[in-house]
Every structure is written in structure tokens, then in C-alpha cells.
């Protein structure tokens, strides 16, 4: 049965682009197009009415605000997201930030400032940012004003010999009986190596499958679970990719199944990054390296290493999988740079005494050059 004109059910009309003109109608057309579950949908539209919220509140209208009035796109600036950033970090503060570092912002409101980014690359695609308003700049607001809070990094020494927790586990005999502790010996010793021949970070090199590496034959791995989401190819030496296969041929499970597993408690799951960290801090003490060394200290070694080598700051950055080669340059590069500058000082430099002397020798030419 045909329902008549009259009773109709009042089902709101989809919004087309050209009809779109405030950031509230932005929002929800962008969150009808985007492929994404109901609880992540749920979370950008309280992200994206925070942002509504801020604007009306940078306007000093709270009443506004309250009530999610709508907002012109006009009022949209390449200050916007920086500015909504600042926002969120007093508004959503972490309450686990440390006082010298300055407020910021928690993981509700980091994840608030990435919907507001997504609306805003969304409105550039679309045409719709205001006249002379780009994205890009946009971001690099954001990142400029990350510049202070990065120069504020507690760089964390390194033991110098932190490769020694390779070569403790390479130096122990294995178990000729097979079993658990056979099996967890090979594996740390591929762990090891994989980490500081790739620089990954332990959460990345933890969430690899025997699948990833295809049993140790494969010489570059693309990662595509990483700290920003965004894949990036990292490179095995023929030494690593051996250990992998001298661990893998000896396990019994599927291609499928975690490269770093578990052998004694939680058997064929992944180890956990706390159990990653024992495996590093247990050879360390062992060594006696610094109370500090972590599976991260491979990492930091390894990025030394390239650009004590000469290697390309930015391309040590791809490596990394840094957003920014500034990131690279103040975590890991200070000690190196340091290095460099104190050979130029032996180099180039002199003792006091030998000042003093030079000056002296300089005067009694120059008196001895002078006509009488």
C-alpha cells in the first residue's frame, strides 16, 4: 500500500555539498562519508562539537556554545587548529603531564584535535575552506607551536655499549635438549638484533607475524602497525634475517602466528612489551650498562650509528618513522652533533697555555719585524 503525500514519514533530506555552509552541516556530511564504526563515529562527533563549541567560546558567546549553534564557515582560519589545540589542552588536560613540560592534552582531547583535523582536510577537499584558508598551512601551525614543547625533551643518555644485550644472549650455548628454553634463547636473540637493525620501536616489532619476515627470507619489511599510522619499510641485514630463521624453523605453530612468542606462561601469544623489557633489562644488568637501558636503547643506538655514519638526517627520519626531521635531530642526533663539535675543538682548539705561548711568539715577530 502506497502511503499518501500527507503521511509521509518526515526523514530529514541528505545535505548536498553546495547547501553546506556552517561547520555544523560540514560535520555531518563528513561523518556520513567516512567508513567508520558507530562507537569511532560517536567519538568524532563529541570531537567535532567541541570544536563548535570553541569557536562560539573564542567569540565569548557561552550561550551559543551551549546549545551548538551553528557556525559559519567563515569563521574558519588557518589559526583554528592551532588555536582549538591550545584549547584542548586546558579544557582536556593529561592529568599524568609532567608540571615542566606545560599542560597537555589527554588522550580524549588528542583524539578531539584529530576529528577537527579530519573535518578540515575534508572541507579542502571539498572546495569548502574559506578563500585563501589551506590546510597544509593549517598543520604547520600546529607543528610550530610544537617546537618549544619538543626543544623541552629530556634527552635520556644511552649506554654506549648497549649492544652488548645482543651479544649476552649470542654468547649463551643453547639448550641441546629442544624445548621452552631453547626456543626463548633463539628468540631473543632475533628480537635483539631486529630491533636495532630496524630502529623499530618494541610496539611495532611485537605486532610482526612469521608471515611479515616470511620466516627470516625477507630483507625488508613494510609496517603498517606503527606509533602514527603510517606505513614505512624497514630493512634486515643478513645477520638478522639468519636469526630469525634459525628461531622460526624450530617452532611448530602456523606462518600466521606471532613472530615473538610466547614459550613458557601465555604460550604462542605474542610477548608483551613489559616481558620485551625484562628480556633487554636482564642482559643489561648482567653487562652492567646503565640502570636506564630498555628495548628503546636500540633504537636510539642504531639512529647514532647511521648519522655517525654519515647517514642523511631526514633519511635516518624515514627510517624512524618521524613525521619530522627536527624530531630526529633533538632525540637522537644531540650526541652526535656533540661528538662532531668536540673533534673540531681537538682539531682546531688550543690549551690556555698554548694561547698564552702562541700570543707571546706573535708579539716577538712583530717586534722583530718592526723597523728600528
Not at 121 to 148: A, E, F, H, T
Not at 180 to 192: D, I
Request: charged fraction near 30%; charge should be positive; include cysteine.
Amino acid at each position: 500500500m502506497v502511503t499518501p503525500p500527507d503521511e509521509t514519514p518526515n526523514t530529514p533530506t541528505p545535505l548536498k555539498r553546495d547547501d553546506i555552509r556552517t561547520v555544523n552541516e560540514a560535520a555531518e556530511r563528513m561523518l556520513d562519508d567516512l567508513e567508520l564504526s558507530d562507537l569511532s563515529k560517536r567519538t568524532y562527533r563529541h570531537g567535532l562539537n567541541a570544536l563548535i563549541r570553541f569557536l562560539h567560546i573564542s567569540r565569548q558567546d557561552d550561550a551559543a556554545a551551549e546549545a551548538l549553534a551553528p557556525c559559519p564557515l567563515e569563521w574558519l582560519t588557518e589559526e583554528t587548529l592551532y588555536a582549538f589545540n591550545r584549547w584542548l589542552r586546558e579544557a582536556y588536560p593529561d592529568p599524568h603531564s609532567r608540571p615542566e613540560s606545560g599542560a597537555q592534552p589527554s588522550r580524549t582531547g588528542r583524539t578531539y584535535l584529530v576529528a577537527a583535523r579530519r573535518l578540515m582536510n575534508w572541507l579542502d577537499l571539498q572546495g569548502l575552506l574559506p578563500q585563501g584558508v589551506s590546510y597544509d598551512r593549517m598543520v604547520r601551525r600546529i607543528d610550530q607551536g610544537r617546537g618549544s614543547r619538543r626543544m623541552g625533551y629530556q634527552q635520556r643518555k644511552v649506554d654506549p655499549e648497549v649492544m652488548r644485550v645482543l651479544t649476552h644472549y649470542l654468547r649463551q650455548p643453547l639448550p641441546e635438549k629442544r624445548g621452552a628454553r631453547r626456543l626463548s634463547l633463539l628468540r631473543n636473540r632475533a628480537l635483539m638484533a631486529l630491533l636495532y637493525d630496524t630502529g623499530m620501536r618494541i610496539s611495532e616489532a611485537l605486532a610482526l607475524t612469521r608471515e611479515d619476515v616470511l620466516d627470516g627470507r625477507a630483507h625488508r619489511i613494510r609496517l603498517t602497525i606503527t606509533k602514527n599510522r603510517k606505513p614505512r619499510t624497514v630493512f634486515l641485514s643478513e645477520e638478522t634475517q639468519q636469526l630469525i630463521k634459525d628461531y622460526v624453523k624450530e617452532r611448530e605453530d602456523s606462518v600466521h602466528a606471532p613472530l615473538f612468542a610466547s614459550h613458557g606462561r601465555g604460550k604462542g601469544g605474542a610477548i608483551t612489551p613489559g616481558h620485551a623489557w625484562l628480556i633487554v633489562k636482564k642482559a643489561a644488568e648482567a653487562e652492567g650498562l646503565y640502570a636506564n637501558t630498555s628495548p628503546h636503547s636500540l633504537r636510539h643506538r642504531r639512529a647514532q650509528d647511521l648519522l655517525d655514519e654519515g647517514m642523511p638526517l631526514e633519511w635516518v627520519a624515514a627510517l624512524l618513522g618521524h613525521e619530522h626531521p627536527d624530531t630526529t635531530r633533538i632525540v637522537y642526533a644531540w650526541e652526535t652533533e656533540e661528538e662532531r663539535l668536540a673533534d673540531m675543538i681537538a682539531t682546531y682548539g688550543l690549551t690556555p697555555s698554548q694561547a698564552q705561548a702562541r700570543r707571546l711568539t706573535a708579539q716577538k715577530n712583530k717586534k722583530e719585524q718592526t723597523p728600528s
